[in-house]
T-cell receptor, first 115, second 113 residues
Framework: EAGVVQSPRYKIIEKKQPVAFWCNPISGHNTLYWYLQNLGQGPELLIR????????DSQLPKDRFSAERLKGVDSTLKIQPAELGDSAVYLC?????????????FGPGTRLTVL | AQSVTQLGSHVSVSEGALVLLRCNYSSSVPPYLFWYVQYPNQGLQLLLK??????LVKGINGFEAEFKKSETSFHLTKPSAHMSDAAEYFC???????????FGTGTRLKVLA
């Protein structure tokens, strides 16, 4: 079974530029999560999708961050414009919708550096 | 709000020695509890989890953890450390009935030869 796939793995951009991260969850996993992991910290949830619906986006800074999950499979997280403080690792995770608690499977993350 | 505390951001043990990584949570209602491991440049991998039932939980790679309600703790142990155990370990909690994980700040384990 293929794991959660994320791309790119690394991204370096200048501040004020836009950036996008892509995630392909494990096949059959209806729930998808985007997390932010700052250096030396644990992951923090940004947004959770159930199929194509964002059911929890309370921690997503909506002034500059956006996300979509068209067709309830792949997802894209976008930052526009990026700020220096956005430098972090962005993790995508997925889980089956049924069963509580459901194990979350994590991708390798995208390490963003904003210069 | 639920919170998780991992005592010791860095822990060093000798190869073959006992590994003990500490995790305490704040909720008065027992949550679901998890330990994840993160190797460099990789995503998080589930080691073990506690939901209900037996309070001593066995996971992968020889790790186990014990849920102690009276101490609001879920410490991770391994009897004998191996060099390959060097990684960062995260404790996480999820309130029953929610899917939201709250992660601790992590403990980086170093194994000395």
């Amino acid at each position: 079974e293929a794991g959660v796939v994320q791309s790119p793995r690394y991204k370096i951009i200048e501040k004020k530029q836009p950036v996008a991260f892509w995630c392909n969850p494990i096949s059959g996993h209806n729930t998808l999560y985007w997390y932010l992991q700052n250096l030396g910290q644990g992951p923090e949830l940004l947004i959770r999708y159930e199929n194509e619906e964002a059911v929890d986006d309370s921690q997503l800074p909506k002034d500059r961050f956006s996300a979509e999950r068209l067709k309830g499979v792949d997802s894209t997280l976008k930052i526009q414009p990026a700020e220096l403080g956005d430098s972090a690792v962005y993790l995508c995770a997925s889980s089956r919708a049924a069963g509580v608690p459901n194990e979350q499977f994590f991708g390798p993350g995208t390490r963003l550096t904003v210069l | 709000a639920q919170s998780v505390t991992q005592l010791g951001s860095h822990v060093s043990v000798s190869e073959g020695a006992l590994v003990l990584l500490r995790c305490n949570y704040s909720s008065s209602v027992p949550p679901y509890l998890f330990w994840y491991v993160q190797y460099p440049n990789q995503g998080l991998q589930l080691l073990l989890k506690y939901t209900t039932g037996a309070t001593l939980v066995k996971g992968i790679n020889g790790f186990e953890a014990e849920f102690k309600k009276s101490e609001t703790s879920f410490h991770l142990t391994k009897p004998s450390a191996h060099m390959s155990d060097a990684a960062e370990y995260f404790c996480a909690v999820s309130d029953q009935g929610t899917y939201k994980y709250i992660f601790g700040t992590g403990t980086r384990l170093k194994v000395l030869a």
